[in-house]
């Protein structure tokens, strides 16, 4: 467990909460924008990760998010569009949403 002296939290109840009150935001609606790297997304997780560590704005986000054990929310977004997809195709014919997208 990573703990920094002047951090009230620990970086796992830190992330624990971003991920349950920013990455929802950052994502809605993700699954129908398509494969696209936004880049202000992952400025706005750069800014959390580095914000926790305490590290300059100019600190090399790679290694930001190393440090953090976190890995790009494009890649979690990925994940998401996918599983949407697959529940898309498990979907009954009858089904709008399957219609649309067949």
Known sequence: MFLLPFTPFSSECYFKIFDAKVTPILL?????????????????HNYA?????????????DSVLGDCGRYL???????????????ILKMPKYRYVYKCYI
């Open 73 to 87: 929310m494009y890649i979690l977004s990925c994940k998401r569009m996918v599983c949407y997809w697959l529940k």
């Open 49 to 61: 990760c580095k914000r926790f560590l305490s590290v300059p704005k100019y600190t090399c986000n």
């Open 28 to 44: 809605y609606g993700f699954e129908l924008w398509g494969i696209r790297r936004q880049e202000c997304i992952e400025h706005v």
